[in-house]
């Protein structure tokens, strides 16, 4: 599974952005997409995921607290991309954000290690 995440950059508090990841390879039929992201100095995070493949009637998604209300993610099962939408940035989602693949999507997990495929990041910067 490759992923290839694209769409960070520099922004002001309050600003918006949209990233993407686009996943190829073996990716499995049914599987869940995750965003993570790290600061310098701190460690992974899970910030959130969706459910894929066309097996799935309705995507199931989950959020960590802090981007709930500002942060959406969806997908496009037919490219097999998923996006997140970020609004009302804040200086402290400044951080490399990371897709990551994991082979179930009958539970969407936050624990990083239940994925096993990785993208390279891209970097979201909020300028305060």
């Known amino acids: 599974v490759q992923l290839v995440e694209s769409g960070g950059g520099l922004v002001q508090s309050g600003g918006s952005l949209t990233l993407a990841c686009a996943a190829s390879g073996r990716t499995g039929s049914s599987y869940a997409l995750g965003w993570f992201r790290q600061a310098p100095g701190k460690e992974r995070e899970f910030v959130a995921a969706?459910?894929?493949?066309?097996?799935?009637?309705?995507?199931?998604?989950i959020y960590t607290d802090s981007v709930k209300g500002r942060f959406t993610i969806a997908r496009d099962n037919a490219k097999n991309t998923m996006s997140l939408q970020m609004n009302s940035l804040k200086p402290e989602d400044t951080a490399r954000y990371y897709c990551?693949?994991?082979?179930?999507?009958?539970?969407?997990?936050?624990?990083?290690?239940?994925?096993?495929?990785w993208g390279q990041g891209t970097q979201v910067t909020v300028s305060s």
């Open positions: 990551a693949h994991r082979s179930s999507s009958m539970y969407l997990s936050q624990d990083p290690q239940l994925y096993n495929y």
């Open positions: 969706i459910s894929m493949g066309n097996f799935m009637r309705s995507d199931k998604t």
